[in-house]
Every structure is written in C-alpha cells, then in structure tokens.
C-alpha cells in the first residue's frame, strides 16, 4: 500500500516473486529519495529503467548489477555492456524488477544529502533498519556510498570483514562499497573500477566457494529423506 504520509517512503523488494527467484540476490542500499524524484511508493513497484528524472542512475544500475551477477556465477566481468545487452533490456522492455532497494532515511530529502544526518539516522534506527535488511535476505548488499551508514546499522550485531579493497563479507553476505550512481564519473571508468573490485581473487574465491555451498546443498538435504 501507498504510504499515508506523501513524504514517508516505503522500500523493500521491487517484486516479490522475482526476487524469490532472482540469483544473486542484490539489495541497492541508498541514502534517500530525492523531493524532485517524489519516489515513495518503492517496494512491490518494478522501475522502467528508460525513464527518472536522472539519465545515469538506472542505466548505472542495470549495468552494475549485471557485473556484480556475472562475477557471484563466477563469470567473467565482461567490459562495461549496452543496456540493449542487459537482461532487463533484451527480455523485459527494460522493467528492472529482481532486485531489493533500500533507502537509509525514509523521508524524502534533498538532492545532495548530509552524510552526518544520514549517518546519524542509521545510528538511531539501527534496529529497525537491520531487521529490514536481514528479513528481505540478500546474498549481496551493494551500498552507494551508504558503506558507513551500514557498518552504523551493524556496530553491534556482527563483525565486518574485509576481503578486498571495497568488498566486504558480513553475516555470510557480500557488502560492496562503491559510488553512488549519479556520481559525476565517466561511465566507463566507474564500471571499470566495480570490474577490477570484483575480479580481486580473494572475491572470486568467495563466490567460488559460495557456489559450491548451494550445489552441495541440495544434494545433501536429499539424502536424508
């Protein structure tokens, strides 16, 4: 349902059921919606990735998630793809859908947001903001510039470990520390630099390792029926 307040966001997994069947399974982890975006109405709402009031930040997102997708099937990182390559482009008329998108305020703000308030917002609804996080269950948690923020919401409940330079594990989960996508950047070398992040072997020794934890898995729940 649409939130009661028109400046009360509601986020969380965009559908449902794609989501349940969506591998990996990606959390977007921002700090706000914008006034100017007025997007509230976040969770149970696939985002046609053409339109926004922000050229970059879809496009970013769709191509992100597709190397951050290729790298958890332990894939090669291919170089930065044509959003008519993306999956959402070629087989879903650009409808991104399987993804999970969190705000850390859940108010609409300004266009460029106060770190410290942000931060202090995690701090002071650290509960509530992990239990959302561990009940939607992603298997990767892609902050923008939200890694601060997220090591607030967890000061207490886990220990943050870092793998490589920007990815971290916490909590068998994947946090990967990067840019925001309306940062000013090329999009070549923001993506070039989310490649080189995730090609790092101690993260494709991460995935690797979790690959074989679910195929094992299976196998080993159905011997014992």
Sequence with gaps: MPPDDRNEVVDGILVEAKWTLANPKILFLLKESTRKSGWTHIAGSPVDTRKGDNPRFWPRVLVWKHAVTCASLSQAVPPLPKLSDTKEWKDNNGVLDEIAYVNICKRLGDTISDNRII???????????????????????????????????????????????????????????????????????????????????????WFAKKAAIREVTPHALASTK
Excluded: W
């Design 119 to 205: 931060r202090k917002v995690a701090e002071e609804n650290r509960k509530t903001l992990s239990k959302q996080i561990n009940d939607i269950g992603p298997d990767i948690v892609f902050c923008c510039y939200t890694f601060k923020p997220y090591c607030a919401i967890y000061n207490e409940l886990g220990i943050i470990r870092e793998i490589s330079q920007g990815v971290y594990v916490h909590e068998q989960r994947i946090v990967i520390d990067f840019f925001h996508p309306s940062n000013r950047r090329r999009d070549e070398d923001l993506y070039n630099q989310l490649a080189s992040i995730l090609s790092n072997q101690a993260v494709i020794e």
